[in-house]
Every structure is written in structure tokens, then in C-alpha cells.
């Protein structure tokens, strides 16, 4: 290939950050630009000639038929001074990003993309050294060094306390998520990846899709989670499109293997793959596109709402017998797709009862007794702790009566690095009675009657940090209550 001539037909020319690429009749030519930053290095024609061998390579895996291999470029002389890569032509039509900008997107589409990514994904190399890209002090580097880059821009599209704010909140994930990283590494989830998938450089064809244009110049950069492989187009997506096609990604993936992951995690490398474009725009920037200003807020933007999303989160539900807090606490867990632990089945399941049966035992006996309801909180609070450091939010619906037992909730919360949210359910205690008169008997985990009422009702300690929620007869207005204080309004 290296003595083809290039045919004598009229070319297009496509421009990125690092390349420029001719559209000649059937083929494309990629062109590396002799430029260095601080992650690639083209200076050199041999550095370039080893990026183009390298990028036909790695795209092979995935895109056998597109990548025809490597040309070299002759000067007047017939001296060597550079090298292209050489591929077949995608019909523009069929690219991912124009059928996503014209509405013209199918679900479908995307079902055969995530297919091919998870068969990808399957024999993906996994290795000591790509388990390094999923470990917390890497994933910190990528933050740091790419938050450091946009700070080159602060006062002029940026605030830097708003940098500073991201690379912060981004820290604190991880810090609290270790054993969800390691769990990841465990079980093979660190692959050498795509890198860079965006649907700029994905083609929809009858005969399946086309994926293109690996990140072939750092391993290190390349290589990940394959949750964060999927977040580089389930960002792209959202961006193009709008509405809830990054759900649509993650679900379609999740078909096609047996990947299981808390959706914080989504969260988090869909703001790290914004916080990436975002400084891609800002080079754009530097060569003078004044149009990747505004692209470059607009990702600012979504990384932020991202990794707010990704904030892992721990509410505690609690208030009298019969004040609706169960209510509130499951309607929560179904909203948001939460963890609900609630205390009358952990203590029941700890005494070898089924959650129904009754435990014919009186305020302060039996499993009622304080050194049962000791052991109660603490099941509850261990368990809630290491769903948190997997990155699971959770609910936990319990009286919390006693301020010890809040205290030592909240401590739990701050030492892994999640959001706590208190509620009080509220209601008028004669309404509490009412429904705990009408509870059939065995229908319920609960074991409250009127006397544990009036006991709860002497004893309750103050809780003043926490948001109050009425809990009369309307259930839905007390949810849209809960979900306020929670920060995240019930939709319509």
C-alpha cells in the first residue's frame, strides 16, 4: 500500500484536533498533524508513522474491513516525509451523530451498537497493567491533570472555584467508593477499551454498525472500566440528542452481558467523558474555532450534573408508628431505584422470624428488648454502610428515636464520603393510632400497637436536623415532600 498512488478525484477535508482527514472517492486518509501536548506526542515523522501502525492495529479489532492499512507520503523528490492512514469511505448519512442531530435516532440503533461493544468488550485484553486504569489514584490523575488543563481558561470561560468544586466532588467519590473499584478489578470489568467512542465515529450500516477511531496514542488513556467506555457514548448521546438516551445506552448494554453496576458509577464517568470534551473544545479553542467556546460550557455543564448525580446518598426515614414513614421510604426506593432497609425486617430476620410473623412480645421484651434493638440499628447501618461503598444509595426507614443511633448514622455517611438526608414523618398521633388500629394482623413487619405508640411518644429524642414531612392522608404530596427535601423533586 505504501506505493499507491492517490486518485486523481476531488477530496473533502475533515478537520480534528489532532489529524485532517481527505475523503477521496471510496477511501479516507488520515493525515496525523506534527503537534505535541502533554497526553500525545506527533512531532517526529516516526512518531506519527508508529501512531498510524498503531491506530490500524487496535481499529482491527473492532472494524476489521474499515482499516485498510498504512500509506506513506512522497515529496516532490520521492523523499519520505509522512504517512496516512488509509481506510474504506463511511457513507455520511449512516454516521451515528447525524441520524442523533436529525432525529432520526432509533432505539434499535443503538441496541446493535452496545451489542457489538459488549462482543468487543468479551475479549477485550485484561492484564495487571490495565487493572491500573481502574484503580483510585489513576482515576484521580485523569481528573487532576484534565481539570488542570481547563484551568488555563478560568476567567475567561470558566470559574475556578467551579473546577475546584468538580475536582473535589469528583475526589470524594472515589475516596468513598474503594471497595466498589476493587470489586471492580476482581471480576474482570478493566479492559483494554475503545477509549474514545463517539458517535461522530460510528456508522449504522445494514450489515451491522461500524466502529472507529480508537484512542490508539496512551494505553493508559484507552484502557478502563468498560462502564467507562459506555459513559463516552452515552455522553455523546445525551449531548446530540437530548432526552434520556444515556439510560438508553447503559440498559441496551446491559442485555448484552452480564455487567452489573450501581448507576452512581454511570454517573461518574459520564461526567469524567464531558470533563474530557470539554477540554478537547478548549484546543479547539487555541486553533482558533470560536464556535468550541460555547461547546465547551455546554460540557462544563453536563459533567456537573452528572457527578452531582453520582453523588451517592443515604436517607434516613423516621417518625412514630404508623406516622407513614415505611410509606414514604418505599415510594422513595421505587422513584429512585434505592436500597430500602427497614428496621422491623432486620430485626426480625436476625431473630430467625419471617418478616410477617408476629413476635408476641411486649414494649421493652423479647426481640423488643434494648439489646436486640441495639443489634437491630447497628445490622442495619453495617449493611447500608457497604452498600454505600458500592455505590448504591440507600433508604433506611426506622423510628430513629434515639439521637445516639442518628449520630452514629451520620458518622457512617461521612466516613464514606455520601450525602445524609434526614426526614421526619409527621402526622397527628391520633391518626398513627387509627392506622395502627387498622394494620391486619400479620400483614405487616410491624409489630406496633397502641402501648409501643404512647412508649415512642414519651420517649422520641429531639430531632431537629432533620426536614419535616407531613404525613397525612395524601401520600403523594408527602412523597413530592420527601423527594424535595431529598433534592431531587418527584417527576411528573
Not at 25 to 41: E, S, V
Not at 353 to 362: E, F, N, Q, Y
Not at 380 to 398: K, T, Y
Request: charged fraction near 25%; aromatic fraction near 6%; hydrophobic fraction near 40%.
Amino acid at each position: 500500500m505504501a506505493s499507491d498512488p492517490l486518485p486523481s478525484l476531488p477530496a473533502e477535508v475533515l478537520e480534528t484536533h489532532v489529524s485532517t482527514i481527505f475523503l477521496v472517492g471510496d477511501r479516507a486518509y488520515k493525515l496525523k498533524r506534527p503537534m505535541q501536548t502533554p497526553f500525545l506526542d506527533y512531532s517526529t515523522r516516526e512518531a506519527r508513522l508508529a501512531a498510524c501502525e498503531a491506530e490500524v492495529a487496535l481499529n482491527r479489532r473492532i472494524a476489521p474491513d474499515v482499516y485498510l492499512g498504512v500509506a506513506s507520503i512522497l515529496d516532490p523528490d520521492g523523499q519520505l516525509c509522512d504517512h496516512l492512514v488509509v481506510m474504506k469511505r463511511m457513507p455520511p448519512e449512516r454516521r451515528l451523530s447525524r441520524l442523533a442531530s436529525t432525529g432520526r435516532l432509533k432505539p434499535s440503533h443503538v441496541t446493535a451498537v452496545a451489542r457489538q461493544i459488549a462482543r468487543f468488550h468479551s475479549t477485550a485484553v485484561r492484564s495487571a497493567e490495565i487493572n491500573v486504569c481502574g484503580t483510585p489514584d489513576h482515576l484521580n490523575g485523569l481528573w487532576s491533570s484534565t481539570l488542570q488543563d481547563l484551568s488555563r481558561f478560568a476567567g475567561r470561560l470558566f470559574d475556578q472555584r467551579d473546577l475546584d468544586s468538580l475536582g473535589a466532588d469528583s475526589a470524594a467519590y472515589v475516596r468513598g467508593r474503594h471497595p466498589l473499584l476493587a470489586h471492580r478489578i476482581d471480576t474482570g470489568a478493566i479492559v483494554d477499551g475503545h477509549g474514545d467512542l463517539l458517535a461522530d465515529d460510528i456508522w449504522c450500516l445494514d450489515d451491522g454498525p461500524r466502529i472507529c477511531d480508537c484512542l490508539e496514542f496512551d494505553p493508559m488513556l484507552r484502557g478502563g472500566d468498560v462502564v467507562a467506555d459506555m459513559a463516552f457514548l452515552a455522553m455523546d448521546l445525551e449531548r446530540i440528542a437530548g432526552g434520556d438516551w444515556a439510560n438508553v445506552v447503559f440498559e441496551n448494554y446491559r442485555r448484552f452481558t452480564a455487567e452489573t453496576h450501581p448507576r452512581s458509577l454511570e454517573e461518574y464517568y459520564i461526567a469524567y467523558r464531558a470533563l474530557v470534551r470539554a477540554k478537547v473544545s478548549c484546543m479547539l479553542l487555541e486553533q482558533r474555532r470560536v464556535e468550541s467556546a460555547r461547546a465547551a460550557i455546554g460540557y462544563l455543564d453536563q459533567a456537573r450534573r452528572h457527578l452531582n448525580a453520582a453523588r451517592v446518598c443515604a436517607v434516613m426515614v423516621g417518625g412514630l408508628p404508623g406516622s407513614g414513614k415505611s410509606t414514604v421510604a418505599n415510594s422513595l426506593g421505587e422513584r429512585y431505584g434505592w436500597v430500602v432497609l427497614r428496621s422491623d425486617e432486620m430485626r426480625k430476620e436476625m431473630a430467625g422470624l419471617s418478616s410477617t410473623t408476629p413476635a408476641g412480645a411486649a414494649v421493652g421484651a423479647g426481640i423488643y428488648d434494648q439489646r436486640h434493638t441495639e443489634a437491630t440499628y447497628v445490622g442495619m447501618m453495617n449493611r447500608a454502610q457497604q452498600l454505600l461503598a458500592m455505590g448504591e444509595s440507600v433508604i433506611l426507614d426506622a423510628t430513629w428515636a434515639d439521637a445516639s443511633h442518628r449520630a452514629a448514622m451520620s458518622q457512617i455517611v461521612h466516613g464514606v464520603d455520601a450525602r445524609l438526608v434526614e426526614l421526619r414523618c409527621d402526622v397527628d398521633p391520633s391518626i398513627a393510632a387509627r392506622r395502627i388500629s387498622q394494620r391486619q394482623p400479620g400483614g405487616d413487619a410491624s409489630d406496633a400497637d397502641q402501648a409501643v405508640l404512647e412508649h415512642f411518644l414519651a420517649t422520641f429524642e429531639s430531632w431537629s436536623t432533620a426536614g419535616v414531612v407531613d404525613c397525612g392522608d395524601d401520600s403523594e404530596t408527602a412523597e413530592a415532600r420527601a423527594a424535595t427535601l431529598i433534592g431531587r423533586p418527584v417527576e411528573a
